[in-house]
């Protein structure tokens, strides 16, 4: 009996040498993919997600070193850490970039499992090189110790103590020296989102691109959208992005709706070129779902009658920022140049009230008592309108964050419900005034327990900051550029920063598949 099954098995394996060759191959395959960060790779972090087999008892130690080591008694000289684990994965931060590393997983209760190494290497830009560039901490954290800022201007992840841990490598043709990025943040899908140019990008932790907008005109009619300061993925998992469109406008036009109005560039009949704000909603594969186009909002508006510094026409609204109140299906649509929020019902389009000064003809423009130039906006978990006031049109007023309820059934205006004057400290130059115009940048976004994270961001004084409910500062830091000529620290001019509330997001953002 046990012969004939013994001859069974053989006569069985013999005839599937080639399944068992693949699945063989299938294993070891999957045993090596298991691997990260892989043989020889370079990495855009300090914090790593070690991925590994674990051994057969189900107890592991992670051993790191620093150098790229082959051989047992130099690997044990240079140890920088160890780290006990029980799953096959584990973070754990390196101390530099720009290094090389040799790391092993070995048996807790074997360290003499040899030449298991693995090798990798931290990339490095100057953005990421401390003794350049540096977030430098007023007052330390302790209520949001473990969370992590993006700067869009330098593209760092920072933690609380002001150190780089993340960076955006070159995307595309785009370098780190001659393309801003906007409006970099943390997804609800735990990869990021920016733009950088004029398109659109997802990457992941290791900063591969997982979508990238069309950017095919098919919104605005020409040969690209335009695409401009803000882009959030929903989470039905679309994308949100803002465009621009442009159409042209004849100044005389203008001159015959209000005769009053000394409009620049119509001494030669030209039309006026002007850019409108789209917003565009794309799926995962970069087909419209719904898109909805400023101008028509505009076009039969009292924008006509807006005048700009110096008296002069500026119809020019400048879309610079949205929200998308998921829950109430209405989109908040920030235009800069002309103080206002526009709330449209979504997916219907139609614009069910507007925040901001009405502009009438023959009339002198008065601001509307609230917001002036603002950037940012959003709604509390109190179903609050909050914003970044730049506050351009008082001067000598500081930038604030302000809150804000919006009228019930459309009767009447907003009624301020909070106020915080961002202040200007942390810096010994006593040029660094209230006077100085905060005219662009800037944003706030809600956190747990009603406290807000703020960026304020000029040329001349930067920084984020986040604020108790109660007006207590929490956590301040100035990111700043060292210069090579005179050895002094200046201020890192940004457009906005964005924050990773806990490590459990930065957990699935590291995780991310």
């Not at 395959?29 to 991925?51: D, K, W």
């Not at 989470?235 to 009053?260: C, K, T």
């Not at 219907?348 to 940012?376: A, D, M, R, W």
């Not at 747990?448 to 409910?469: D, E, L, R, T």
Request: aromatic share 14%.
């Amino acid at each position: 009996m046990f012969v004939a099954i013994f001859v069974s098995y053989i006569t069985f394996s013999m005839r599937n040498i080639p399944g068992l060759l693949f699945f063989f191959c299938i294993s070891s395959y999957q045993l090596m993919a298991q691997i990260f960060p892989t043989e020889g790779s370079s990495v855009n972090y300090r914090l790593v997600g070690f991925n590994f087999p674990l051994p057969a008892d189900g107890n592991c130690r992670l051993e790191v070193a620093t150098g790229n080591i082959n051989t047992e008694d130099s690997f044990i000289s240079n140890i920088i850490f160890s780290k006990d684990c029980t799953k096959n994965k584990i973070i754990a931060e390196v101390p530099a970039f720009g290094r090389q590393y040799t790391w092993r997983i070995v048996s807790a209760g074997n360290k003499q499992i040899k030449n298991n190494f693995h090798h990798f290497s931290t990339g490095i830009i100057p953005n990421v090189d401390t003794s350049k560039r540096r977030l430098r901490v007023l007052k330390k954290a302790e209520t949001f110790k473990d969370a992590y800022v993006f700067i869009d201007g330098t593209r760092v992840l920072y933690d609380m103590n002001g150190s780089p841990v993340w960076f955006l490598p070159n995307i595309e043709h785009f370098t780190n020296d001659n393309f801003e990025v906007r409006d970099m943040k943390l997804t609800p899908q735990g990869t990021v989102t920016f733009i950088i140019g004029e398109n659109a990008y997802e990457v992941d932790y290791n900063a591969a691109i997982l979508w990238k907008a069309p950017n095919n005109g098919a919104v605005n009619g020409g040969k690209s959208e335009l695409y401009h300061h803000k882009i959030t993925r929903l989470a039905n998992g679309h994308y949100m992005v803002l465009g621009n469109e442009i159409d042209f406008w004849n100044p005389q036009f203008l001159s015959i709706r209000d005769s009053s109005y000394a409009i620049s560039r119509d001494n030669k009949n030209r039309n006026l070129s002007v850019p409108f704000g789209t917003v565009i909603e794309y799926d995962e594969k970069g087909s419209i779902i719904w898109s909805w186009k400023s101008r028509d909002y505009f076009k039969s508006s009292d924008v006509y009658y807006h005048k700009g510094r110096g008296g002069v026409a500026d119809i020019v609204p400048h879309e610079n920022a949205f929200y998308f109140d998921e829950n109430a299906k209405v989109i908040y649509v920030s235009f800069r140049n002309i103080s206002r929020i526009v709330k449209v019902k979504y997916p219907e389009g139609n614009v069910l009230s507007t925040y901001g000064e009405i502009f009438e003809p023959n009339n002198p423009e008065k601001g509307n008592g609230l917001f002036c130039h603002q950037h940012s906006c959003g709604i509390s978990d109190q179903g609050y309108l909050y914003l970044f006031n730049n506050n351009v049109c008082n001067e000598g007023a500081l930038p604030s964050v302000l809150m804000m309820q919006e009228p019930v059934a459309g009767k009447g205006g907003l009624k301020k419900i909070w106020e915080y004057a961002c202040p200007i400290d942390g810096v010994d130059d006593t040029s660094i005034h209230p006077k100085y115009i905060f005219s662009s940048g800037g944003n706030v976004v809600e956190l747990p327990g009603h406290s807000f994270f703020v960026s304020m961001c000029a040329s001349f004084y930067s920084k984020v900051f986040i604020v108790s409910k109660d007006k207590n500062v929490l956590w301040s830091a100035i990111p700043e550029t060292k210069n090579e000529a005179t050895e002094k620290w200046g201020m890192t001019s940004f457009y906005e920063a964005n924050i990773i509330k806990s490590p459990e997001l930065l957990e699935n953002f590291i995780w991310h598949k």
